[in-house]
């Protein structure tokens, strides 16, 4: 009978929890989920996708310079000598056969100008996820807050139960009940503050990844695991920057683009030597031509005209009776432009030794950046250690307190003060276990390696260190 009772008990829990909304039920979510849902839903990201979308775009516009472009024209007029107007037609096509050197100049300026958008979408990319994973641990901290404040209001409201009880009695002064209350409202405050802050930061979580932060619980997982993952080391996080800083790729690639500047302007200088050819017939001509830039020119046109309606000699009209061709080969150099060229050239120079000087000291300034944030992880290492070594004594203190006040041994001040220590020290544990995470965060991101070490699967996995 017994039994019967137990199943049937069992078969009405289960039905009801079948009615439970899915949505009621907080689901986990880690680090490796957060950062996804930033890669595909941050508005900062998506607008620096459009900006290297239109930087590819305008590659493609400046790489087209090698292909065949061809354009014709079809026009009619009417003048004096004809009686019903005549029909003209031209049509043109050119192409560079080969790449001059100026001509790749230019090309490897658009190549340059892509890439430079390039690392700056990816710098953009680092930093939005550096931002989710600061606010990812801020608001476990605030969480972990919380929790410890809540167990703070119901040690305060079992302690003011208690004074009324002994003010009743006559045991305690009507400022000691005072004190007690005044302690509680203090410590509910500070919940409501914390939870306020929660609010915030789960607000900023959603704007940052488009994840609705109050529909999951996020794990408390580290950013990284210190041993196996990732490397913390000097040596190994500077060949990391000096390989993924955007800053100090795109300043060498800045002193790339001087000096294809500096070829371009050095061609404008060379001779150009042009081979050209025309044949003419009776109702138009065709001409081409071939400079030493490999640029290659085809012309045709024609009219309806007849030969006595044309502007041309006796002599012309002579030859045009049957169709005739000529070569031409020209020569040409500018002896002077006023000194423009070289003064434009002597101006590159003068930016590209700028630019050289600007990455050794940026080099320079990396290695000090690097080295600081090895130091704080260290110090941010250390006071977990003694912060934990706080609470635990606060802890202590407390329990001794709490005993020797219900023994009649010390007043409510006292515990007061012994409670106030252990939120405290709470407190201090929980800010210096987010600030090693985000010291790590602030390392990877010095290095530009936050998304290399997401997709290799080195970060935000359930690393437990």
């Known amino acids: 009978m017994r039994l019967n009772?137990?199943?049937?008990?069992?078969?009405?829990?289960?039905?009801?929890?079948?009615?439970?909304?899915?949505?009621?039920?907080?689901?986990?979510?880690?680090?490796?989920?957060?950062?996804?849902?930033?890669?595909?839903?941050?508005?900062?990201?998506?607008?620096?996708?459009?900006?290297?979308?239109?930087?590819?775009?305008?590659?493609?516009?400046?790489?087209?310079?090698?292909?065949?472009?061809?354009?014709?024209?079809?026009?009619?007029?009417?003048?004096?000598?004809?009686?019903?107007?005549?029909?003209?037609?031209?049509?043109?096509?050119?192409?560079?056969?080969?790449?001059?050197l100026g001509t790749e100049a230019q090309l490897d300026k658009a190549d340059l100008k892509y890439y430079i958008a390039e690392l700056e979408y990816k710098k953009t990319r680092e930093e939005v996820l550096a931002a989710v994973i600061k606010q990812y641990y801020n608001l476990i901290k605030i969480d972990n807050l919380i929790k410890s404040q809540k167990s703070a209001v119901a040690e305060a409201e079992a302690l003011y139960q208690n004074a009324k009880k002994r003010h009743a009695d006559n045991l305690i002064t009507d400022a000691d009940l005072l004190r007690t209350k005044i302690n509680l409202e203090k410590v509910r405050e500070k919940l409501k503050?914390?939870?306020?802050?929660?609010?915030?930061?789960?607000?900023?979580?959603?704007?940052?990844?488009?994840?609705?932060?109050?529909?999951?619980?996020?794990?408390d997982r580290k950013v990284t695991s210190l041993k196996r993952n990732f490397e913390f080391k000097k040596e190994s996080l500077l060949k990391k920057a000096n390989k993924n800083r955007s800053d100090y790729q795109i300043k060498k690639l800045n002193a790339d683009l001087i000096r294809a500047d500096i070829r371009y302007l050095n061609s404008k200088d060379n001779p150009v030597f042009s081979l050209g050819g025309e044949y003419l017939f009776e109702d138009g001509k065709v001409k081409s031509s071939l400079n030493s830039k490999y640029q290659f020119n085809?012309?045709?046109?024609?009219?309806?005209?007849?030969?006595?309606?044309?502007?041309?000699?006796?002599?012309?009209?002579?030859?045009?009776?049957?169709?005739?061709?000529?070569?031409?080969?020209?020569?040409?150099?500018?002896?002077?432009?006023?000194?423009?060229?070289?003064?434009?050239?002597?101006?590159?120079?003068?930016?590209?030794?700028?630019?050289?000087?600007?990455?050794?000291?940026?080099?320079?300034?990396?290695?000090?950046?690097?080295?600081?944030?090895?130091?704080?992880?260290?110090?941010?290492?250390?006071?977990?250690?003694?912060?934990a070594q706080n609470l635990k004594r606060a802890k202590l203190e407390y329990q001794s307190t709490k005993s020797r006040y219900q023994k009649g041994a010390v007043i409510e001040?006292?515990?007061?003060?012994?409670?106030?220590?252990?939120?405290?020290?709470?407190?201090?544990?929980?800010?210096?276990?987010y600030s090693v995470q985000l010291k790590k965060t602030e390392i990877l991101a010095a290095v530009e390696n936050i998304h290399k070490s997401f997709t290799t699967g080195k970060l935000g996995g359930d690393s437990s260190e």
Request: aromatic content about 4%; hydrophobic content about 45%; cysteine-free.
């Open 193 to 219: 503050s914390l939870k306020s802050d929660r609010i915030k930061a789960k607000e900023e979580l959603i704007l940052l990844t488009g994840i609705n932060a109050s529909e999951v619980k996020l794990v």
């Open 5 to 100: 009772k137990i199943i049937l008990y069992t078969i009405i829990l289960i039905v009801i929890s079948s009615f439970i909304p899915v949505s009621m039920v907080a689901a986990e979510i880690n680090l490796d989920a957060v950062l996804k849902s930033a890669l595909g839903n941050n508005n900062t990201l998506k607008s620096a996708r459009e900006r290297l979308k239109a930087a590819e775009m305008q590659k493609k516009a400046a790489d087209s310079i090698m292909n065949s472009k061809l354009n014709g024209e079809l026009s009619w007029q009417d003048e004096e000598l004809t009686e019903d107007g005549s029909i003209f037609s031209t049509i043109n096509y050119s192409k560079f056969l080969a790449e001059s």
């Open 413 to 433: 001040s006292e515990l007061i003060s012994a409670q106030k220590l252990v939120a405290e020290a709470e407190s201090n544990l929980a800010a210096a276990e």
């Open 298 to 387: 085809l012309s045709a046109s024609a009219d309806t005209r007849e030969q006595n309606e044309k502007y041309i000699s006796v002599k012309n009209l002579e030859l045009l009776q049957e169709s005739e061709w000529k070569v031409t080969a020209a020569l040409s150099y500018q002896f002077s432009d006023g000194g423009k060229n070289n003064a434009e050239i002597k101006a590159a120079e003068a930016r590209l030794k700028e630019s050289e000087f600007g990455l050794k000291n940026l080099e320079a300034q990396i290695k000090i950046e690097v080295s600081s944030l090895l130091r704080q992880l260290d110090l941010a290492k250390n006071r977990v250690d003694t912060a």
